[in-house]
């Protein structure tokens, strides 16, 4: 039998990781549209009371959001710009509703943030990258089960 790991290089896992993830993040803010609109039948949950944007300025920052990651997606040469862009526009939406701060959306945006502006150059390797997602991953699966841990 043909051990995969051993055929799959550092640059395919890290080509695998970046392109699952902005895909996996992509299709899920398109099926969970509703929940980043103004008008929805619950009202927005804003972090800080006093943060909130005008329903135009919400519209605007999820299509940025989107188009940031599919450019993301197709031009590798603005691809750290892009991501950061979009990143941040992500985040400014979930600032303004708590409820969007979905595991998903931390989970891919955690990941996606290791291949954006957001790590300086000096630090973006393919190996520091592959090491940092794997602790992100395993992170999140042990707060998940902190998590459950509870008096009852």
Known sequence: MINLKK?????????????????GLLA????TVSAWSTTRTFPLSPIFSQFTLSPLLH???F??????LVISLIITQYRRLTLGISLISLTVLIFT?????QPWVLHYSAVLALF???IPKRYF??????DAARLIVGGIYFWAGVQKLNAR
């Open 63 to 68: 299509v940025v959001t989107i188009i940031g």
């Open 59 to 61: 519209n605007v920052l």
């Open 28 to 31: 899920s803010l398109i099926l």
């Open 97 to 101: 509703d708590i409820t969007r701060l």
């Open 7 to 23: 055929r799959l290089t550092n640059e395919v896992r890290f080509n695998l990781l970046l392109y699952i993830s902005l895909m």
């Open 125 to 130: 390797s393919i190996p520091y990258v592959l």
């Open 116 to 118: 954006s502006f957001l």
